[in-house]
């Protein structure tokens, strides 16, 4: 008998002016998540440093449960997104909070969500790295911390040991993408059905989505979306896309952009990757058939693929989720 996986530790850092939505996101992506036998994966914790109330952005208090001498155990450590205040405004964070967070990263995985990143960033764990936050704070994020490569455009970085998101949905995606890093494809989807949410959006997705719900009297092409996801396989072509769109090659191709954020094939790589992904881990096909069923045609353009996107072949992949979970990075 298999024994009692134990719960990864994850902390959650309230600061002052704290969105309170995102504050809840840990509990409500990772919190959900489980592994066959119904039993948690992840315990999450909120803290303060001094273990005080801290006052929100939209209008309350929240009083932790703990103090922050909890950081000393976590193996992931969340700073939601911030309101105002001396991170964002001025760059600044009291010395007590930056000693802490430095500590943490020593032995932690950082997160930021949304703004939190200034918070991150304060602390020096952004220095030369590459990170995102929200694009309405990317100029004043620039001003204040010039040597983080920030890309403004994209819906969360994951470099390794620290990774960032944007704004809200974006904090969906990219816990949602830890979920899928360490425990796989079908135990994320899962936790995307309880919340009823996307169960996947590519990191390097754009922020700026022009058109997310089609005008009225406008069929866009999620239509074309659904049909192509169900299609992975067969060898889908940019004018098959339009085709079923009933729409020209270019009219598609702006439309599915507005309301995407990415080009059609993009899209349709990103769809196949993902298939292909929940199939190495799920199954004991070849590598052959999971590249034929994914629509990559031969292993070798699935090994470029997938090389391309997380930095290791397939057959690497399929063991290191077989074994100890799938813990590499997978840069946005």
Same mark, same amino acid.
């Given at each position: 008998?298999?024994?009692?996986?134990?719960?990864?530790?994850?902390?959650?850092?309230?600061?002052?002016?704290?969105?309170?939505?995102?504050?809840?996101?840990?509990?409500?992506?990772?919190?959900?998540?489980?592994?066959?036998?119904?039993?948690?994966?992840?315990? &999450? $914790?909120? %803290?303060?440093?001094?273990? *005080?109330? +801290?006052?929100?952005?939209? =209008?309350? /208090? #929240? @009083?932790?449960?703990?103090?922050?001498?909890?950081?000393?155990?976590?193996?992931?450590?969340?700073?939601?997104?911030?309101?105002?205040?001396?991170?964002?405004?001025?760059?600044?964070?009291?010395?007590?909070?930056?000693?802490? &967070? $430095?500590? %943490?990263?020593?032995?932690? *995985?950082? +997160?930021?969500?949304?703004? =939190?990143? /200034? #918070? @991150?960033?304060?602390?020096?764990?952004?220095?030369?790295?590459?990170?995102?936050?929200?694009?309405?704070?990317?100029?004043?994020?620039?001003?204040?911390?010039?040597?983080?490569?920030?890309?403004?455009?994209?819906?969360?970085?994951?470099?390794?040991?620290?990774?960032?998101?944007?704004? +809200?949905?974006?904090?969906?995606?990219?816990?949602?993408?830890?979920?899928?890093?360490?425990?796989?494809?079908?135990?994320?989807?899962?936790?995307?059905?309880?919340?009823?949410?996307?169960?996947?959006?590519?990191?390097?997705?754009?922020?700026?989505?022009?058109?997310?719900?089609?005008?009225?009297?406008?069929?866009?092409?999620?239509?074309?979306?659904?049909?192509?996801?169900?299609?992975?396989?067969?060898?889908?072509?940019?004018?098959?896309?339009?085709?079923?769109?009933?729409?020209?090659?270019?009219?598609?191709?702006?439309?599915?952009?507005?309301?995407?954020?990415?080009?059609?094939?993009?899209?349709?790589?990103?769809?196949?990757?993902?298939?292909?992904?929940?199939?190495?881990?799920?199954?004991?096909?070849?590598?052959?058939?999971?590249?034929?069923?994914?629509?990559?045609?031969?292993?070798?353009?699935?090994?470029?693929?997938?090389?391309?996107?997380?930095?290791?072949?397939?057959?690497?992949?399929?063991?290191?989720?077989?074994?100890?979970?799938?813990?590499?990075?997978?840069?946005?």
């Amino acid at each position: 008998m298999s024994r009692p996986p134990t719960p990864h530790e994850v902390v959650v850092v309230a600061v002052d002016r704290v969105v309170g939505f995102e504050l809840g996101l840990p509990f409500r992506l990772l919190g959900l998540a489980e592994d066959d036998h119904g039993r948690p994966l992840y315990r &999450i $914790r909120i %803290a303060t440093l001094d273990g *005080r109330p +801290v006052r929100t952005a939209d =209008g309350f /208090s #929240v @009083l932790p449960d703990h103090d922050g001498s909890i950081l000393a155990e976590a193996d992931t450590v969340i700073v939601p997104g911030i309101m105002g205040g001396p991170a964002v405004l001025d760059g600044r964070i009291p010395d007590e909070l930056r000693d802490a &967070i $430095r500590q %943490a990263a020593a032995h932690a *995985r950082m +997160v930021s969500v949304c703004t =939190g990143a /200034s #918070v @991150l960033a304060a602390a020096g764990l952004l220095d030369g790295r590459p990170a995102t936050t929200h694009w309405r704070d990317a100029e004043q994020f620039r001003r204040l911390f010039p040597t983080v490569r920030l890309d403004a455009d994209v819906l969360f970085v994951d470099d390794g040991d620290v990774l960032t998101s944007a704004g +809200v949905a974006a904090g969906i995606d990219l816990l949602l993408h830890l979920v899928r890093r360490d425990h796989g494809s079908e135990v994320a989807n899962r936790v995307a059905r309880r919340n009823v949410v996307a169960p996947w959006r590519e990191g390097g997705q754009s922020q700026f989505v022009e058109r997310p719900l089609p005008a009225s009297g406008d069929a866009g092409t999620a239509a074309t979306r659904a049909w192509a996801a169900e299609r992975l396989g067969e060898p889908l072509t940019l004018a098959d896309l339009a085709a079923h769109a009933r729409m020209s090659v270019r009219t598609f191709t702006r439309r599915f952009r507005e309301e995407t954020g990415m080009s059609p094939l993009r899209w349709l790589s990103g769809q196949r990757l993902a298939l292909a992904r929940q199939l190495l881990e799920s199954s004991d096909a070849p590598i052959d058939r999971v590249a034929a069923e994914a629509g990559f045609g031969t292993p070798a353009s699935l090994r470029q693929h997938l090389r391309a996107s997380i930095g290791v072949a397939p057959g690497t992949y399929r063991r290191s989720y077989r074994g100890a979970g799938v813990t590499g990075p997978s840069p946005a």
